[in-house]
Nanobody, 129 residues
Framework: QVQLVESGGGLVQAGDSLRLSCAASVHTFSAYTFSTYVMGWFRQAPGKEREFVASISRGGGSTRYADSIKGRFTISRDNVKNAVYLEMNSLKPEDTAVYYC?????????????????WGQGTQVTVSS
C-alpha cells in the first residue's frame, strides 16, 4: 500500500501556471518501491466524473496525456524523492477541479481510473477567467 499526499493547488487566473506535487510513502514492509508503480494524475470537477489527466511509466521515460491538456501540462517523476509532479501551464477555467494522484501496477497507457489502486486526498485547483 502506498500513501499519497498532493500539494500545490490554489486559485489562479486564466493563463497562469501551477505545479502540483504528489509525495508517496511506501509501507516499510512492502515488497514494492515507488519505482514499481505507474503513476497517474486525475481530476474531478463539481458534478462531473473523475477523468484521466496524465500518466507516467515506472522509469519516467514514457508518458500519456488526455487530449484536453496535451501541450499545456507535463507529468514527471523523481524516483529518488518518491514524488510525481504535474506542471500546468496556460491554465483555463475548465481546468478547475480537484486533482488526484494515483498508483497503478499496470501500464502507463492505462487511463481508466479503475486500474489505479492507491489515491491521494486531492488538491483543489481553481482557475478564474
Amino acid at each position: 500500500q502506498v500513501q499519497l499526499v498532493e500539494s500545490g493547488g490554489g486559485l489562479v487566473q486564466a493563463g497562469d501556471s501551477l505545479r502540483l506535487s504528489c509525495a508517496a510513502s511506501v509501507h516499510t514492509f512492502s515488497a514494492y518501491t515507488f519505482s514499481t508503480y505507474v503513476m497517474g494524475w486525475f481530476r474531478q470537477a463539481p458534478g462531473k466524473e473523475r477523468e484521466f489527466v496524465a500518466s507516467i511509466s515506472r522509469g519516467g521515460g514514457s508518458t500519456r496525456y488526455a487530449d484536453s491538456i496535451k501541450g499545456r501540462f507535463t507529468i514527471s517523476r523523481d524516483n529518488v524523492k518518491n514524488a510525481v509532479y504535474l506542471e500546468m501551464n496556460s491554465l483555463k477555467p475548465e481546468d478547475t477541479a480537484v486533482y488526484y494522484c494515483a498508483t497503478s501496477s499496470g501500464f502507463y497507457t492505462d487511463y481508466d481510473a479503475s486500474k489505479y489502486k492507491d489515491w491521494g486526498q486531492g488538491t483543489q485547483v481553481t482557475v478564474s477567467s
